[in-house]
């Protein structure tokens, strides 16, 4: 389709942004020079279309059927539900509707908070890990290994250490350090929100790390030393240098924290299983619940659109900013 | 512009061709043909210790079938948390296994898909009858009234285990009979860190059991001779109160048992840290956790009053694996054999000896491996006392959200929360309401 | 502006104060605690019998074993779901960052029409919820494989496809901006040295973009060696990977807790060496790619 889209001259524009280049030479046809991005582009565009694009606009088809398990067998013959599944899930006062509105609260808030912490423990390790030190080899390694332990065995074992009567947490800080009456639970009632996000930041603030400590790198260091002479203290050079040249950097991994962390679907489905408590019932799993437990995949499809559209607002309000900004910061 | 436009449009309508291509997902043909007459597959349960003792106790048998009737059964051993996807998946793709192993309570469920072979008076007939199936495993085999969706294949039941030693130090000279008796000897036992039962407060499933069972005991039913839910009910709220008031009132289930969901329970009993658990055939864990034979014992699960039986003396619901052929087979002829096979009186004895379940053929129950101090109360309550859950379309909707409330009562409970009759009520209420509307 | 990333940072032009000092240690100190905790409890479970693994939690366990770790190899298929992890990863992978070396290049070096339609819609797949998708996927799958014979569903090339396709818009987003930071003299030099277009790629950007593209690599594994949900339902038991694999060691009544941990280690073994051996690129390829 895109292939055989009309001729638009590429390489004029290019070689206005580099007028030094050398003259073109005449290959083997128009067509084909033309072709050629839309050639090594076709492999992604095709994949996402198979994998991503179709499967959403079937889901989105699907959001307006009653599809349950009469149905799934075959769904051509499920009924039309218009915007039934639609009415079901944004019903406030109902309890679905209700359920599904705290779920999506639920989960902002978990994202912000997550996304904060990632971004703030990742940053503050790289600011701190700038400098060489004895050890900072070892330490750079060993913060690595919580974004290398495949996710099932890293989100188990939080699991097991946060059982209310056997968990090393409840041992440290109630029978030994002795700071609470009684072993508080964390896996049920309202502590599972905090015990979600503890797993959350340590599954996800090395990856923040690791961005952040590449984008140190491309700070030039002459910039430091100017300061310095200028009589910036350490802190000052941080608060004055470090930090906004880091802001390009911010930009991208915001928003892949953002879209990773309001998406997680595997941390909380290990963690609580199929039923997660109503504090760290994050939208991933209130909508597996509500689709693949109940059979009910109209209104499961229903929430998921719901979620896309917020999501490419969101995501789309985000981008119209940030590339504002970096049009002002190019120009 | 027009022309990302015309894209945009081309990717639409590319879309919606394959949308309506996948929407003719499953054939709609039913009762299967005989293109492959000479393999099946057959997805299994995960019932012994791990996926590879499953293995290990069924190829010999598929081998044997192999023999008789040159079928060679490719075997899968499906784990639990992905059975019910997977037989999803296959429903809606018309691609799955031949023959399969279903949980006996999502039988309803499965039976609405429309994606297994009925068992007909017919076909019924290709494995040796109807009559030779215990009647309350067959009364968990889809809904009432319509030809059953699979068979029994693996039954168990609920009863009370009780750990020796700790009864005996707490003074207790026989084993409880009635609620009453529990929480009496689970007040005696329920002191130094020991506690007098056990449960698993966040397993939905188990929550589900536990209540189905009371609220027969109280005449209720979560669900109307219609098949409507009907959550709400005196004898459904008083049941699902008794059950949270065992660690909210009568303080004899430990707080922490709220959180279970992966079979603690069972390793407290095995490390004496709880003297009572309501289960079904856990002998072999406990052996796996290290506790002797002799340590333990079983009796009937308790009653509100009197002796088990049918309606009110309920005091278990028929717990076990199905067996069903999905219609979408290319080999129904062979499907059926295999069927009878696992079904036949030697095989029902050794996989059952196997699993340490009991065989729901009546023939075969005669086999002196079930007649043990283990078995056999298990034995007595399938014959006598256990009862199926609802044999509704809605089974699995009617676990999610009653046993969720259940888990959240508890949640409740242990947190030192009040758990009163109108807190029951009210979320029974909200459970009820959270099903499709019919 | 070229970014020449790697090189050994000079000493601080200034002493650092002690305040700063010992907010380094402090900081780092308890981050370095939260960091190894788990692993810690994965390490002694591991090596606890199974009684002790259920019961309460001690620092100092009544007795060491390493049967686990024997055990781990009979209690489910390890090596075998090691083996379909490996294969379907590293497949995704390698596939992933092709494609998305392909379609970085367009984008920084051609204008054409569409190029932000495309780069807009390639990203924002990045942001679909896999339950929207994971149903109606397989249904493709499954027809595709009826319509061609080609089986997407419970094989791995279905796996792989899906994953290398979770990868695909963050690698070709981090890689376009790489691709931009090397010099387009570079590749017009090459140009002029009768290169096509691709072999002034291959000859010339991809040698430039190494480090970019050993990061998106790592990435790219990374999100295929954990994926549980669609692994769960497409896979079978000669195709089932680690991430659903490991699950196995909870059965009908048992949880061996031990054995996950004995199990989950053995198997992370490999790839944290791996990352190891990688992160010197790794840190050194992010940082073009996400700066610009």
């Known amino acids: 389709m895109t292939t055989t889209a009309a001729p638009i001259p590429g390489e004029r524009t290019a070689e206005k942004k580099n007028p030094g280049a050398a003259p073109r030479r005449r290959r083997s046809g128009r067509l084909r020079k033309i072709g050629l991005p839309y050639l090594l582009l076709l492999p992604a565009l095709l994949l996402e279309l198979l994998v991503h694009l179709v499967p959403m606009i079937i889901g989105i088809v699907v959001s307006f059927r009653q599809l349950t398990q009469f149905y799934i067998r075959d769904w051509a013959t499920a009924p039309w539900a218009g915007f039934d599944n639609y009415a079901v899930s944004v019903d406030f006062d109902a309890p679905v509707g209700e359920a599904l509105v705290q779920s999506f609260l639920t989960t902002c808030l978990f994202t912000l908070l997550s996304v904060s912490l990632c971004w703030f423990l990742g940053t503050a390790a790289a600011v701190f890990m700038q400098e060489t030190f004895r050890g900072r080899g070892f330490l750079r390694t060993l913060f690595l290994v919580p974004y290398a332990l495949p996710v099932y065995a890293a989100v188990i074992t939080w699991a097991f250490m946060f059982q209310r009567d056997n968990g090393i947490i409840n041992h440290v800080i109630h029978d030994q350090l002795g700071l609470t009456d009684s072993p508080p639970f964390w896996l049920i009632g309202d502590n599972a929100f905090v015990t979600l996000l503890v797993v959350s930041v340590w599954k996800g603030w090395p990856f923040a790390f690791l961005i952040m400590m590449a984008g140190l790198q491309n700070i030039p260091r002459d910039i430091y030393e100017a300061a310095a002479l200028d009589g910036a203290g350490v802190w000052q050079q941080i608060r004055r240098i470090t930090l906004p040249s880091l802001r390009p950097v911010n930009q991208v991994l915001v928003l892949v924290l953002f879209l990773w962390t309001f998406n997680d679907f595997n941390t909380p489905f290990v963690l609580f299983g199929k039923a997660a408590p109503a504090s760290a019932d994050l939208i991933s799993i209130h909508i597996y619940q509500s689709s693949f437990q109940t059979w009910n995949f109209g209104t499961g499809s229903a929430m998921s659109v719901l979620l896309l559209l917020f999501l490419l607002v969101v995501t789309g309000l985000y981008l119209l900013f940030t590339s504002r900004g970096k049009q002002a910061t190019d120009a | 512009m027009r022309r990302i436009r015309a894209a945009a449009v081309g990717a639409v309508t590319l879309s919606l061709v394959l949308t309506a291509a996948a929407c003719g997902g499953g054939s709609s043909g039913s009762g299967g043909s005989n293109d492959q007459p000479k393999t099946l597959t057959y997805w299994a349960s995960n019932q012994g210790a791990s996926l590879e003792v499953d293995k290990k106790v069924l190829q010999p048998e598929l081998d044997k079938f192999e023999k008789e009737t040159g079928i060679k059964v490719k075997l899968e051993v499906v784990p639990w948390g992905d059975l019910l996807n997977r037989i999803l998946t296959a429903t809606t793709s018309g691609q799955g296994p031949d023959v399969l192993n279903i949980g006996n309570t999502w039988s309803a469920s499965l039976q609405a898909t429309g994606a297994l072979l009925p068992w007909d008076e017919k076909n019924f007939e290709a494995i040796g009858g109807k009559d030779r199936f215990v009647e309350s495993a067959l009364g968990s085999t889809g809904v009432q009234g319509e030809d059953p969706a699979a068979v029994p294949l693996y039954s168990m039941a609920y009863a009370l285990y009780y750990n020796k030693k700790m009864f005996a130090d707490a003074g207790i000279q026989k084993p409880p009979r009635t609620w009453d008796e529990v929480a009496e000897a689970g007040k005696k036992l329920s002191k130094d860190g020991k506690w007098g039962l056990g449960a698993e407060g966040s397993n939905l499933s188990n929550n589900i059991h536990q209540v189905f069972v009371l609220a027969k005991q109280h005449g209720a039913d979560f669900f109307t001779a219609e098949g409507k839910a009907d959550f709400t009910s005196d004898g459904a709220v008083a049941a699902v109160k008794q059950y949270v008031d065992l660690m909210a009132k009568d303080k004899i289930i430990a707080p922490g048992n709220a959180e279970y969901a992966q079979n603690q329970s069972l390793s407290d009993f095995a490390k004496d840290k709880t003297a009572m658990v309501l289960w079904q055939t856990a002998a072999a864990t406990f052996e796996s956790q290290g506790m002797k034979k002799e340590e333990w014992d079983v009796v009937p699960a308790p009653v509100q009053s009197g002796k088990p039986g049918t309606g009110k003396g309920t005091n278990s619901m028929v717990a076990g694996i199905n067996m069903a052929v999905f219609n979408n087979t290319k080999n129904i002829d062979g499907a059926k054999k295999f069927v009878k096979f696992m079904t036949s009186d030697e095989e029902q004895t050794v996989l059952n000896k196997a699993y340490g379940s009991i065989p729901p053929v009546k023939a075969a129950q005669e086999d002196d491996a079930f007649n043990t101090f283990a078995l056999s109360p298990l034995r007595e309550t399938l014959a006598t006392s256990a009862a199926a859950l609802p044999q509704v379309p809605e089974e699995s909707q009617f676990e999610t959200v009653v046993g969720t409330a259940v888990k959240e009562l508890f949640a409740d409970a242990a947190a030192g929360r009040p758990v009163t009759t109108a807190s029951v009520k009210a979320k029974l209420e909200k459970a009820q309401q959270q099903m499709p509307k019919k | ?292």
């Open chain 3, 1 to 292: 502006m070229p970014r020449t990333a790697q090189r050994k940072a000079p000493p601080s032009p200034m002493a650092p104060p002690q305040s700063f000092l010992w907010a380094r240690r402090t900081f780092l100190t308890l981050l370095t605690v939260f960091v190894v905790l788990p692993v810690f409890v994965m390490i002694t479970s591991s090596l606890k019998p199974l009684e002790d693994v259920t019961g309460k939690f001690q620092w100092i366990p009544s007795g060491l074993t390493i049967s686990p770790y024997f055990d781990i190899w009979d209690t489910v298929p390890l090596a075998d779901y090691f083996m379909n992890s490996l294969i379907v990863a590293g497949a995704a992978t390698v596939c992933s960052v092709v494609i998305a070396v392909f379609a970085a290049y367009a984008v920084s070096r051609y204008n054409f029409r569409g190029k932000r339609v495309f780069t807009v819609t390639v990203l924002s797949t990045q942001m679909f919820p896999g339950i929207l998708f994971l149903l109606p996927l397989f249904l493709i799958y499954v027809n595709i494989g009826n319509a061609t014979g080609i089986a997407l569903f419970g094989s791995r090339a279905g796996l792989i496809i899906t994953y290398l396709t979770f990868s695909l818009p963050f690698s070709i987003w981090m890689l376009i901006g790489y691709f931009d930071s090397v010099p387009r003299d570079l590749d017009e030099a090459a140009k002029v040295d009768g290169c096509g277009p691709l072999g002034a790629l291959f000859r010339v950007i991809v040698p430039a973009a190494i480090p970019g593209i050993v990061a998106v690599a790592v990435y790219a594994f990374m999100t295929a060696w954990g994926e549980v949900l669609f692994a769960s339902v497409m896979t079978n038991d000669t195709t089932r990977t680690l991430a659903v694999g490991l699950q196995g060691y909870s059965t009908q009544n048992d949880v061996y807790w031990n054995q996950v941990m004995a199990a989950s280690l053995v198997v992370s073994l490999p790839v944290v060496a791996g990352f190891l051996l990688l992160q010197r690129y790794l840190v050194a390829g992010l940082t073009a790619g996400a700066v610009k």
